[in-house]
């Protein structure tokens, strides 16, 4: 299990030299992002209630690998619950097809000495794109505007919590605004901060994949 970024330094990438330190709650720590590709590839893995827990830049490798020296930093260190990981390196499409016009070789050797050292040991092993991260631009927006109010370091108000999860004892499924509106005595920032950490961790469902986030997204209990 890797726990710790190899590297926490600032780097310019090639596509700009956009560098992120974001707390995630997940794996209760600061991250270090290096490019915008990254940072929305790691919202995506924040959110997803499959993942356990994660590491960026998990590994440097440095070694020979069937006679060829392997020198290459991973992206990513992924675990499900399921207690299953993998390593994935996060690359622009261009980078890797030799047809295109912004093809890097250098990039494209990289992912090939990675799939042969990730083969030669038996660990899995997944190339994420812009078209992986960027398949559903929706719920990936939808969490950029929910991830502020993400913050296990913050005291839960339980009485709040358990005043939207009895609304939806009794209603099934129910719109923010609804919530809302049974729930005067609250702000609307209140409700929103409550619904989103209880979305995030799992509590609630909502249709985030089909309707910006917002007074008419519904949500519900998981069963």
Sequence with gaps: MYTQPVIKKRRNGRYGNNNWIKYSSKIQRDV???????YDHWILIEFDKNVKYFCEQPLHVK???????????????????????????IKYAADLNPNHQDFSKRSSEQVEKQ???????????????????YQNKLLLNNYKIMLPYIDNRKIKNDIERKSIINILKLNEKSTIRNIEVQLPHLSKQSVRDTLYNLIYEGVLNANLGSTAVGINTEVWLVE
């Design 115 to 133: 799939r042969k050292w990730c083969s030669s040991f038996g660990h899995p092993y997944e190339v994420h794109s812009e078209d992986f991260i």
């Design 63 to 89: 070694e020979f690998v069937n006679g060829e020296w392997v020198d290459t930093i991973f992206d990513m260190w992924i675990m499900t619950v399921d207690n299953k990981y993998k390593f994935v390196e």
């Design 32 to 38: 270090f992002l290096y490019s915008d590709l990254e």
